[in-house]
């Protein structure tokens, strides 16, 4: 049943690549067990299609076009198999590596290994329509299976519930917690074995470094049906789940799902170039570096001055003397400045450290609260009321350490900014 009637793996990647995509990670194997590359330890896989005659192999063809598109290329490897008779058994975890062993060995580098949680349950296992039933905290021997990923591939970060690299997010919506921290008591979790409110939020104090990783659809659901074509989302709604994964220091994971063509469907990919020429447009000019910029500095050495936040650079930052805990940065402009977006992101080599700051606009001669937030992390974006104003002031009301910040940023957001 496997035939797209077009299959382009460069327009595929071209539109991940043209909607500001960095990398784009391919199921190559779902819940069904249907492989789509010709794996040794299966019959059910693109071999045994139709399409190119049995000689395709459209994991190959997507990890070249990635590389044609600059792209970085992972996968995801359903570890569930409702077709294979040996589900449940020893046998299947082995089949299981080799076939993890073939995506990771034929294709170049991996960025990412995707786990989802799908422990089992209902279905076709080499024809016997029936339940099975694994324990999810042994059957697949983790460990060993996460080693192997480390053997081939070192680079590659590892997502699931548990991580040990990336963790899910707790929901399918691609949204991180208002507070979210990149920290978590890795131990307490394994795939499938998940505590949504906990994923959203973190730990604080955590164990290790999991930060969240938010998968949400482009569409209603995860694969393509001609009847959603008027339900994609459109680009001020990617733009809302932009700001609500990466702008709570977390990483957006948006699904493309290809129609039978084997393409991204044109209204698919019109809202995602537009969702990526919105943020083009709004990052374009950070207008915190017209200022004048002054706050405390780590024993008056210039290599860590408050310059280091407006420079562009995540290598550079700013920090204080060590008994400082809530130093303030004041930026004084020139002339009036209009915005409405203000973003923070501290120095990650040196962690989490800020648990609470405050952004303050000078009016009327006094101070007017903005916003205000916990966790920064990688990132934090925050939408404020429409500011006009000459002076604006951070605070770091509350941190675990000196703070170490490498971007404060203010910019503006029109309302125009996100139509196709």
Known sequence: ??????????????????????????????????????????????????????????????????????????VYLSPWDRNRADYGSPAYVDVYRHQ??????????????WHDGANGGDGYYGGAREVRTIDKHSYYGWP????????????????????????????????????????????DFAPGDADPARLNRGDRPGSHWVPAECDVSIRPGWFYHASEDGQVKNAR?????????????????????????????????????????GLETLFAHNLARTARISAP???????????????GSLESYWTVDDALLSPVVILNFPKTVRFNVVGLREYLPLGQRVEGFAVDSWQAGQW?????????????????????TNVVRLRITQAAACPALSELGLWQQDADAWKI
């Open 297 to 311: 500095v780590r024993g008056d050495q210039p290599r860590y001055g408050p310059d280091n936040l407006l420079d």
């Open 100 to 113: 993890l062993r073939e995506l990771l060995e034929n294709y170049g580098p991996v960025f990412e290994v």
């Open 1 to 74: 049943m496997f035939a797209p009637t077009d299959f382009d793996a460069d327009q595929i990647a071209r539109t991940a690549s043209t909607g500001g995509m960095t990398g784009l990670i391919l199921t190559c194997k779902h819940h069904d067990g249907f492989c789509l590359w010709p794996s040794r330890y299966t019959l059910h896989s693109v071999a045994s299609s139709l399409w190119r005659g049995g000689q395709g192999d459209a994991v190959g063809e997507i990890a070249a076009a990635c590389r044609r598109h600059g792209l970085k290329f992972g």
């Open 144 to 187: 060993e299976t996460w080693n192997l990923v480390r053997r081939l591939q070192p680079e590659a970060c590892i997502f699931s519930d548990a991580g040990p690299d990336l963790r899910w997010v707790g929901n399918e919506e691609g949204k991180a917690g208002e507070i979210c921290w990149a920290t978590l008591n890795r131990n």
């Open 237 to 277: 709604e990617l733009a809302d789940l932009y700001f609500a994964s990466v702008g709570r220091g977390g990483s957006l994971l948006l699904n493309l799902p290809p129609d039978r063509r084997g393409q991204v469907h044109p209204v698919d990919a019109a809202a995602l170039a537009a969702f990526h020429r």
């Open 368 to 388: 007017q609260p903005l916003v205000s937030g916990s966790s920064i992390g990688a990132r934090r974006l925050l939408r404020t009321p429409q500011t006009i």
